[in-house]
């Protein structure tokens, strides 16, 4: 047998062993799922804005604690996290996947201690989100404002 017929043996054990993804379905799911959470956040937003009458500032405030609270204790629960296994990236809405991520490393390291466990390793996860936020509204603040020098 030579190495053509090899190569060729193994990729079709490869293309019989290959997992198929439901590519449509996962999409859906993770649509419908950071859509729902983003209908709450409006919703929180208009209820701060028109039933409370804040200002926007304070309403987008307020919005942002309470979909991180949520998410918090939604992850504190178990709940976002099964949520996260049904959905898929569906849940990482920036502020309440931000929020998971934090609450994730803080509770799987709180047998280590307040200090040494839940402070050092609260931001492992999160301080790679943090620098990559950064390091893009870096470049493309340097972007848009050597666009407006040569326009």
């Known amino acids: 047998m030579n190495r ?3 190569k060729q043996i193994f990729k079709k054990a490869l293309d019989n ?5 439901p590519v449509l379905k996962n ?3 993770a649509f419908l799922v950071g859509g729902i959470i983003s209908v709450i956040a409006e919703a929180f937003l ?3 804005l028109e039933v409370l009458g804040l200002d926007k500032d304070i309403s987008s405030s307020l919005m942002s604690i309470t979909m991180v609270f ?5 992850t504190g629960l178990g709940v976002y996290d099964r949520l996260g296994q049904f959905s898929g990236a569906g849940t990482i809405v920036p502020i309440t996947g931000f929020s998971n991520s934090m609450t994730s490393s803080a509770l799987e390291s709180k047998s280590e201690g307040l200090i040494l466990g839940v402070m050092t390793n609260m931001f492992k996860l999160a301080g790679a989100i943090i ?3 950064v390091v893009s509204a870096f470049v493309a603040g340097n972007i848009i404002y050597l666009i407006g020098i040569l326009v």
């Open 131 to 133: 620098v990559a936020g």
């Open 27 to 29: 999409t859906l799911k």
């Open 17 to 21: 062993n290959k997992v198929k993804r």
């Open 70 to 74: 949520i998410a918090s204790l939604l």
């Open 4 to 6: 053509n017929d090899e």
């Open 46 to 48: 208009s209820f701060y």
